[in-house]
Structures are given as C-alpha cells and as structure tokens.
C-alpha cells in the first residue's frame, strides 16, 4: 500500500532547523506521529513529499517558512493589560497555549513590564527554514469513523460512537 488519501500513515520523524539543531525526534520519544492523509492533519509540503511513499520509506524534506509555519508577521508582537495572566509569575519565554480565531495557539512571553506584557502570538517557528527526516512504518485505510472526524481514532471506535464533522 502507498500513502494516498484516506490513508491513515504512522511514522517517525526528526524535525531541525536550518541550523541543524534538532527541535524533535519521534524516535527518542518512542512514539511515532499517526495522521490522516489529505486531511490537513500535516503541513502540505510533507503531506505532498509523503504521497506513494511505501512501508520502509525514508525521506527527507526541507519546508521554507512559507511551507511550515508562515514568515514572522511583528504585528503579531504587541502588548497586553497584565491580568490576561492572573496568579503566574511570568517570565520571558514562557509559553501559553490561548483560544485564537481559528483555533488556538502558542502565546510566547517577550516582556514583562508591571501593568503590562509583551506577547509574541507567531508560532514559536514563524520565520524558520525546516528539515524533517521521515521514515513511514505503517499505512493502513481509514475507517468511516476517522473520515467523519478527519483524523485517526484509537483502534476499535464505530462511526456510530463519532459525530460527523461533514455539513449536510
């Protein structure tokens, strides 16, 4: 079987930055990514790089900042009234997951300045040149349950158990 859509891929991955340093290692974490493909459940470049891939295959692929995570926008630093962080002892470089508009997102702390605080709400790697090196372990068809909710499912749950995402 080849990745396709519908396909539910589950692999191994080592994400660095242009620099080299390594930012994550499914590998060292024993716990290899599992999503559904043609879903929009992994940025388009490695969804792209990983069509006809087979069991076994090894890829490498590099995504500019536009194909990962989006250039640095600095109108998405600005400053907040401090009680948006009520009782945390805040310190720059913390990081706050917040409902955003479509979704939620990273909140990174710049500064901390009494009344007020610094965010920066671009993704922590806006701005940055990628390189993912990809070993695909399995390749399996999506259930109906997991087309309903675009995204892999623990093993054994009905369609009947999901609510379907598709607007009639």
Known sequence: MRVSPQCVVRLHYVLSNQQGDVLDDSWKRDEPLEYLHGHGN???????????????????VTLSPAEAYGLRDEALVREVGRQAFP?????????FQTPGDAG???VSVVEVKGDSVVVDTNHPLAGETLSYRLEVLEIRQATRAELAKGHPLPPGTEASEVEDRKVL
């Open 42 to 60: 992994l940025m388009e470049g490695l969804e792209r790089a990983l069509v006809d891939a087979e069991v076994g295959s090894r890829l490498s």
């Open 87 to 95: 009782g945390t002892d805040l310190r720059p470089g913390m990081c």
């Open 104 to 106: 939620p997102q990273i």
